[in-house]
């Protein structure tokens, strides 16, 4: 089978990438910067068999050029939609945050949250909302990156130890993306103070951090409705802390 994936450089994209390889799947990148007929005359090397759209603008937090934003997670979606009409793929998975869920939204999510409207407008489409996906090969400005790096620096940071997230492990959500499951969490969540003493007891090395602010958009209720099935938040922590040393 032919898989297209944008945004493979990425940390989820990447993941995906490896895990069909290894199962033998033929794996083409779509190109970053991309016009309706450039992706066509992609697509006409290799007939798409599915097509993996993650590739977005605004999820790290140096990323705050709003018209990017518009012009990658809106019409980038749109002239990747319009370029697949004319071939017979089986899937069209479009990658969005679980944060279009949520009241209190940001420029990112309302963003994606438009390209998801966008999605319906076509056939096979199938749009995706992981939670907090961590694991080996995240970026390190994120979270839990940042905490293992400062468990073995020393260095201080500044942490929201009330922020509630439901971390799903990227193997699980792969697993949970092929199994045909759209919204991708465990159903349990997880304050950043938690995931800080479960990194302590993995390291047995204390965190120094002090404490801020809780971002005005998180909530308790960020967790999955229903879980999917799930390594615990401890063994993939482990995982993820052996897999950075």
């Given at each position: 089978m032919n898989f297209y994936i944008s945004g493979q450089s990425g940390f989820i994209g990447q993941a995906i990438t490896k895990y069909l390889l290894e199962k033998g799947e033929n794996v083409l990148n779509?190109?970053?910067v991309y016009t309706i007929d450039g992706l066509r005359r992609e697509f006409d090397k290799d007939n798409p068999d599915y097509i993996i759209h993650l590739a977005s603008y605004g999820n790290h937090y140096y990323q705050t050029d709003q018209r990017q934003m518009i012009e990658t997670n809106f019409i980038g979606t749109f002239n990747l939609l319009e370029a697949a009409k004319g071939?017979?793929?089986?899937i069209f998975y479009?990658?969005?945050?679980s944060s279009v869920m949520l009241e209190k939204q940001t420029s990112y999510s309302l963003t994606k949250h438009?390209?998801?409207q966008l999605c319906w407008l076509y056939e096979r489409t199938r749009n995706i909302r992981p939670y907090s996906v961590y694991g080996v090969g995240d970026a390190k400005h994120k979270f839990i990156p940042r905490v293992i790096e400062c468990l073995h620096t020393g260095e201080s940071m500044v942490v929201d130890i009330g922020a509630v997230h439901d971390w799903i492990y990227i193997s699980d959500l792969?697993?949970?993306?092929?199994?045909?499951?759209?919204?991708?969490?465990t159903g349990?969540?997880?304050?950043?103070g938690q995931v800080i003493e479960l990194l302590e007891t993995i390291s047995g090395k204390k965190l120094n951090y002090t404490c801020g602010k809780v971002r005005n958009?998180?909530?308790?209720?960020?967790i999955a409705l229903r879980g999917v099935k799930h390594i615990s938040l401890?063994?993939?922590?482990k995982l993820t802390y052996e897999g950075y040393l």
């Open positions: 779509i190109p970053r071939y017979d793929y089986k479009n990658m969005s945050p438009l390209s998801e792969i697993d949970a993306l092929f199994s045909g499951e759209t919204k991708i969490g349990i969540g997880a304050t950043n958009y998180d909530t308790d209720n960020w401890y063994d993939g922590l």
